[in-house]
T-cell receptor, first 112, second 115 residues
Framework: GQNIDQPTEMTATEGAIVQINCTYQTSGFNGLFWYQQHAGEAPTFLSY????GLEEKGRFSSFLSRSKGYSYLLLKELQMKDSASYLC?????????????FGAGTRLAVHP | ETGVTQSPTHLIKTRGQQVTLRCSSQSGHNTVSWYQQALGQGPQFIFQ???????GRGNFPPRFSGLQFPNYSSELNVNALELDDSALYLC??????????????FGPGTRLTVL
């Protein structure tokens, strides 16, 4: 089976740094995405990791360790608008096509 | 370049009814995937269509079916609705090229409520 774990909820203060962890156990791995999803809206792309290491994009960074089945999303200089769910998703290539397997998401609440 | 659109935005049905949800892919994309997202959960893969044929399916029963049209728009049909089918249904389009994976762009979703 496929298993992706991330914390259910996190809270942080405006201006601070928060790290959201994701661990995965999947049969196959073709990359990992992080998405942001505000309540009632579609997921929007944040980052993509396929090789080990850190990918930085402005206030957001994502790290991947394939040997450990582990990734994290780092959010710096938190803003109130960062309050949202953050979804970790693994790409599996199976049966001739790629599909995304999502974790349940981490709800982040940013307080003043 | 237009993004992914879905219709309707919200829908209320009763148990046993049938529903059709629609999705227009982003311009230039040839692949569409459908996901079901229950409240508080991550999206669950239903199936994927590439060039009008289903080329992948998740753990959903046959009463979930779909179509992709020559203009790459798509439909999701659900027969014999059950209460547990209440969810946000997301459509995502991408450009599938041999040997590569391309980002999926999500539509705003259709919120289905089954009473």
């Amino acid at each position: 089976g496929q298993n992706i774990d991330q914390p259910t909820e996190m809270t942080a203060t405006e201006g601070a740094i928060v790290q959201i962890n994701c661990t995965y156990q999947t049969s196959g791995f073709n990359g990992l995405f992080w998405y942001q999803q505000h309540a009632g809206e579609a997921p929007t792309f944040l980052s993509y990791n396929v090789l080990d290491g850190l990918e930085e994009k402005g206030r957001f960074s994502s790290f991947l360790s394939r040997s450990k089945g582990y990734s994290y999303l780092l959010l710096k200089e938190l803003q109130m608008k960062d309050s949202a769910s953050y979804l970790c998703a693994v790409i599996l290539f199976s049966g001739g096509y790629n599909k995304l397997i999502f974790g349940a998401g981490t709800r982040l609440a940013v307080h003043p | 370049e237009t993004g992914v659109t879905q219709s309707p935005t919200h829908l209320i049905k009763t148990r046993g009814q049938q529903v059709t949800l629609r999705c227009s892919s982003q311009s230039g994309h040839n692949t569409v995937s459908w996901y079901q997202q229950a409240l508080g959960q991550g999206p669950q893969f239903i199936f994927q269509y590439y060039r009008e044929e289903e080329n992948g399916r998740g753990n959903f029963p046959p009463r979930f079916s779909g179509l992709q049209f020559p203009n790459y728009s798509s439909e999701l049909n659900v027969n014999a609705l059950e209460l547990d089918d209440s969810a946000l249904y997301l459509c995502a389009s991408s450009l599938l090229l041999a040997g590569t994976y391309n980002e999926q762009f999500f539509g705003p979703g259709t919120r289905l409520t089954v009473l």
